[in-house]
T-cell receptor, first 114, second 115 residues
Framework: ETGVTQSPTHLIKTRGQQVTLRCSSQ?????VSWYQQALGQGPQFIFQ???????GRGNFPPRFSGLQFPNYSSELNVNALELDDSALYLC?????????????FGPGTRLLVL | AQSVTQLGSHVSVSEGALVLLRCNYS??????LFWYVQYPNQGLQLLLK??????LVKGINGFEAEFKKSETSFHLTKPSAHMSDAAEYFC?????????????FGQGTTLQVKP
């Protein structure tokens, strides 16, 4: 069984650019959540997708947007990159939405904004 | 609103010693609580979770945690530390009635294991 995978592993962008991060959910999982983890901090919830619809959003501006595809893989898009967007971006998938479900995390994409 | 506080950003123990990582939560409704571990340059791995069943939860790698409602705590313990336990540990909470998987994480505790 393949776990959660993310691409790319590392990325360097400059301020003002746009970036797309990708996540493949674990087989059988229909829910994907995205988190931002700044250096030395705990992860912060960006948003969750369930069956291709957004199912909750954290305190992130609209320039953070997402998408979930019919195969339940997902993308995180960030427009107008700022220096503070430099972080590890983690994707997690779960079998269903809801508090009881365990979220299985991928290895993350490390984004550096210069 | 839910939140977690992890007491101690760094904990250092000797190999073979007891590991105790502290987590206190704040929640207006019954919470679900989780402990995750993060090894360097990796994602998060679930150690254990509390979802209102038994208050003493056993996890992987010999870790366990006890939910104490009166103390609003969910401390993580392991009787005997191993060098491979050195990592970052995160406590997280979700509102039990939530239909959204919005995990709220603490700041993390770095565990150092000395030989």
């Amino acid at each position: 069984e393949t776990g959660v995978t993310q691409s790319p592993t590392h990325l360097i962008k400059t301020r003002g650019q746009q970036v797309t991060l990708r996540c493949s959910s674990q087989s059988g999982h229909n829910t994907v959540s995205w988190y931002q983890q700044a250096l030395g901090q705990g992860p912060q919830f960006i948003f969750q997708y369930y069956r291709e619809e957004e199912n909750g959003r954290g305190n992130f501006p609209p320039r953070f947007s997402g998408l979930q595809f019919p195969n339940y893989s997902s993308e995180l898009n960030v427009n107008a990159l700022e220096l503070d967007d430099s972080a590890l971006y983690l994707c997690a998938s779960s079998p269903q939405r809801g508090a009881r479900e365990t979220q299985y995390f991928g290895p993350g994409t490390r984004l550096l904004v210069l | 609103a839910q939140s977690v506080t992890q007491l101690g950003s760094h904990v250092s123990v000797s190999e073979g010693a007891l590991v105790l990582l502290r987590c206190n939560y704040s929640s207006s409704v019954p919470p679900y609580l989780f402990w995750y571990v993060q090894y360097p340059n990796q994602g998060l791995q679930l150690l254990l979770k509390y979802t209102s069943a038994a208050t003493l939860v056993k996890g992987i790698n010999g870790f366990e945690a006890e939910f104490k409602k009166s103390e609003t705590s969910f401390h993580l313990t392991k009787p005997s530390a191993h060098m491979s336990d050195a990592a970052e540990y995160f406590c997280a909470v979700i509102r039990g009635s939530s239909n959204t998987g919005k995990l709220i994480f603490g700041q993390g505790t770095t565990l150092q294991v000395k030989p």
